[in-house]
């Protein structure tokens, strides 16, 4: 049946590789007398560069799904009457869905093409490529991302009924791919198998919906109490600014709001978004803004020690000690005023209150410092039998000086209780809880107040001789510091040089100035029925000061059009005239934009972007390895820029000509693999769960330790994986073998098929030799033998995920011996199931 399950690309008996593919050889038989070492080399380059090209496009397919996949829509609340933003697409459906296809489509569409390159047989890469991507999925990926955790830190995951859905099932996924296999019809799939495991997806899709929706067990899903988005609603931002005006102080501006929405309001990253990041730090491209989240970001959070198993500093090698008391910060974050005058930390303690306990306290710099921020405390809280709460006061300093908003921290150390030992001998002792330090967040309210013009539109009735216009700005809402703003002019229907001349500079306002003027010179032009008009611009603040985002070109840039007219009879006929004309070139302009900036990513380094602001990730300038990586990816950046941007039809063009795309390289990865394993003497099933399985799951790797590192929770990166392992299985095997168990059992009687396995003994549960109805034939053999290998070990790593869950508090990171230990164990199943997947293939089990 082996022999029979198609042509593997393996070389002759004379040594020589004559393996042709849908694409490869590119030189045809001429090929096949290269020397082996020289084809050796040119196809294990061209397969990595095959896989840099379809982790590019994946970037491409990854921007048009988050584009879909973050649609919102405005709908009135039947309740209250106002309008409230939703999103259209569910987030663990999108996640599951379009996100789980995005980041698994190359090993997707390798089987689905195989299908119908094959005639409908089972030939070449592609299921051993799902199940090797799996295991490399589960095993290293995580392995991965539990060492990346700073020591100490934990990452849980937060949606815990979803997880346990996806984690089921990427059990269940593979156990039934055994059991169709090896017990319903032996190395046979039925079309009511391959319907059926088609029809697993959308049944998977519904449980996790009905898992998010609480169904199965409610969580926590609130991330802030001011939770604001893009596309929110007027109505829900005066909803959150009213709360923080109610907690901090009603005498708060608009500007201080939205400073502290943006302190306690850090929007989760998609997945999407850590692969795309991925793929451009390997290719040289542009580089996404990623805002590192702490742990500690929520506001008043406050953590049960009975209720959350985590780790505490106690020493290990005392058996004589045991935890029985606790004392940490009611609070992980504060955010005060810089007018405060007293900020007050809280400090808690439970557990064992019988006898008097006390913990040492300090304050540490951050980008705050002690004396010109505030003053520096020090020393011991002493809680007295009984006594829960302890109050640590730190005094903030009140300057005239414009400054970023800062932040200091308060540690929590040498904690102890006084507790004698019990008949057992067993001495109880405090120890300091999960919060044991926090971040207190100055925002800065010398405010040196908003600029903007004193209106928007200014009309200048045009003379004979040339005279100065004066275009006042005024300063509001604070008047503190010398600050200053850019300014230039900017043509329209009026040309600079024919009709007023262009000017540009800074507009400087002194401490306390309220208002400016820029003197625009306009030219004496003779008019009759003519109307022009330009903008002076002003953007680039500096000194603090901030431009008015209600007027015209918002918080960037504040415009103010001028009109220069010969009368008023005139002016209403030529507005509209410009105004329509004015429409079609943005409309134009905007559209040429999108993909003349798709082109200049493209082409430069890094997208054309050098970077230095320190507070992002991955910023700064290009560095040799980024204008080396560029250089060899540019190819197929050039190639794939001709995908149109996911901006038009909301994304879903960008999508499926990128899913055109990534068939294509696709197919010549196929071929490339095959080839590079003919030439190695490497059976496609090796070639398939090491090459090809490493070389689609790199990007994955990158993306899923960002997504650790960056993350509070540790959904998108360990249950990420087991929704894609899952969705593999049910649409990456299970629609090929939809398509193709279907297509025998309608199809009539084929030749190909009668001399493959109308005499195979393996098959005689079809009916007697010559007469057996033909159906779609899997070989269980090492395909089999592959998926139980790999579920055990799933099953294994699961339990210690587990383990960590219960005894760590969360599935990953924690202390340094803890981490290397479990990660150690993932990285050796893996190794495991590699080393028996081998063994199996060449005969040796």
């Known amino acids: 049946l082996a022999a029979a399950a198609g042509a593997p690309a393996m070389a002759d008996d004379d040594g020589v590789c004559r393996y042709e593919g849908l694409v490869l050889p590119l030189a045809g038989k001429s090929e096949q007398e290269w020397p082996n070492g020289l084809r050796i080399v040119l196809y294990m380059l061209g397969l990595f560069w095959c896989f840099m090209g379809v982790g590019i496009i994946s970037d491409v397919f990854m921007t048009a799904i988050e584009k879909v996949t973050s649609k919102k829509m405005h709908l009135k609340n039947k309740e209250t009457g106002k309008m409230y933003t939703y999103e259209v697409w569910n987030p663990t459906i999108a996640n599951l869905s379009l996100m789980a296809l995005g980041s698994s489509a ?23 490529t799902i199940v090797g991507s799996a295991a490399f999925n589960l095993l290293m990926i995580i392995a991965v991302c539990i060492v990346a955790i700073p020591n100490g830190e934990v990452r849980y995951i937060k949606e815990m009924p979803v997880y346990v859905v996806t984690a089921t099932c990427s059990i269940f996924a593979y156990v039934w791919l055994l059991i169709i296999l090896m017990g319903t019809s032996p190395n046979v799939v039925t079309a009511w198998e391959g319907i059926l495991t088609f029809l697993f997806f959308p049944i998977l899709l519904v449980t996790a919906f009905a898992a998010d929706k609480g169904y199965f067990g409610a969580f926590d899903k609130q991330d802030s109490p001011y939770s604001i988005c893009e596309e929110s609603t007027k109505e829900e931002f005066a909803e959150a600014a009213a709360a923080i005006r109610r907690e901090h102080g009603h005498n708060l501006t608009d500007e201080q709001v939205a400073r502290i929405m943006m302190a306690t309001n850090t929007k989760r990253r998609s997945p999407a978004h850590y692969r795309v990041a991925a793929i451009r730090s390997l290719c040289g491209g542009r580089r996404l803004k ?134 057992k001998g067993k001495r109880g002792k405090c120890v ?5 330090q926090t971040r207190v967040t100055i925002i800065d309210d010398d405010d040196p107040g908003e600029l903007s013009f004193e209106v928007e539109q200014m009309t200048a009735v045009s003379t004979l001789q040339d005279f100065k216009f004066p275009i006042k700005v005024l300063r509001r809402n604070g008047g503190c510091g010398t600050v200053s703003v850019q300014y230039r002019t900017e043509g329209d229907s009026a040309i600079a040089g024919r009709c007023f001349d262009a000017t540009s500079g800074t507009l400087t306002f002194a401490d306390q100035q309220s208002e400016a003027v820029i003197y625009v010179n306009i030219k004496g032009v003779a008019r009759y029925a003519q109307v022009d008009k330009f903008r002076v611009i002003v953007s680039d603040p500096e000194g603090g000061v901030r ?28 507005d509209t005239v410009s105004s329509m004309l004015a429409a079609k070139w943005e409309k134009s302009m905007i559209g040429h934009r999108s993909w003349a900036d798709q082109l200049k990513a493209a082409v430069l380094v890094n997208g054309g972007e050098d970077d230095d602001d320190d507070d992002d990730e991955g910023g700064g300038k290009a560095s040799i390895i980024d204008y080396v990586s560029h ?45 590079l394993g003919c030439v190695l003497g490497i059976p496609d099933d090796i070639t398939a769960i090491t090459f ?59 030749p190909a098929w009668n001399d493959r396995y109308q005499s195979d003994p393996e098959l005689s549960w079809l009916g007697a030799a010559g007469s057996r109805r033909q159906a779609y034939v899997v070989p269980a053999g090492n395909l089999a033998f592959s998926v139980a290998v ?42 495991i199931y590699i080393l028996m997947s081998i063994l199996k293939v060449k005969g040796a089990i």
Request: proline fraction near 4%; charged fraction near 20%; aromatic fraction near 10%.
């Open 106 to 128: 190359p090993e997707i569409l390798l089987n689905v093409i195989d299908i119908f390159a094959k005639n409908f047989f089972l030939e070449g890469l592609g299921p051993s």
């Open 290 to 423: 990623t805002v590192r989240r702490s742990l500690t970001s929520k506001l008043s959070k406050k953590l049960s020690f009975l209720g959350h198993k985590r780790v505490m500093p106690v020493d290990a090698d005392d058996d004589s000690l045991e935890p029985t008391s606790w004392i940490q910060f009611l609070a992980a974050q504060y955010v005060v005023l810089e007018s405060c005058g007293t900020v007050m930390v809280k400090v808690i303690r439970g557990g064992d209150l019988e006898h008097p306990a006390r913990a040492k306290y300090q304050t540490k710099d951050g980008t705050a410092a002690a004396t010109s921020d505030y003053h520096a405390v020090e020393g011991w809280l002493e809680f007295a039998r009984g006594e829960t709460e302890k109050t640590i006061e730190i005094k903030i300093v009140d300057d005239t000086t414009y400054e970023k908003d800062e932040d200091f921290f308060v540690l929590l150390s040498d904690v102890e209780a006084e507790k004698p030992a019990d008949e």
């Open 432 to 436: 300091i809880g999960d919060n044991s």
């Open 547 to 574: 431009l008015n985002r209600e007027t015209d070109g918002g918080e960037d840039s504040n415009i103010v059009t001028i009109t220069i007219a010969a009368d008023e009879e005139t002016k209403k006929s030529v």
């Open 631 to 675: 250089g060899i990816s540019m190819p197929w950046k050039m190639l794939f820029a001709l995908v149109p941007p996911p901006d038009y039809c909301g994304g879903w063009v960008c999508f499926f000509c990128a899913l055109v795309m990534i068939g294509l390289v696709t197919m010549i990865i196929g071929d490339m693999a095959s080839l």
């Open 692 to 750: 090809v399985a490493l070389g689609t799951s790199l990007p994955d790797t990158f993306a899923s330790k960002a997504a650790a590192t960056m993350d509070a929770y540790a959904d998108a990166s360990v249950g990420n994986v087991t929704g894609s392992n899952s969705v593999n299985v049910f649409l990456g095997l299970g629609l090929p073998w939809m398509i193709a168990s279907t297509f025998w059992w309608f199809g009539g009687s084929d």
């Open 790 to 831: 790999f579920a055990s070990c799933a099953a294994v790593a699961l339990a210690v995920l587990a383990l960590r869950r219960r005894y760590l508090g969360g599935e990953l990171g924690g202390p340094r011996c803890a981490k290397l230990l479990t990660s150690s164990i993932l990285a050796m199943l893996w190794f």
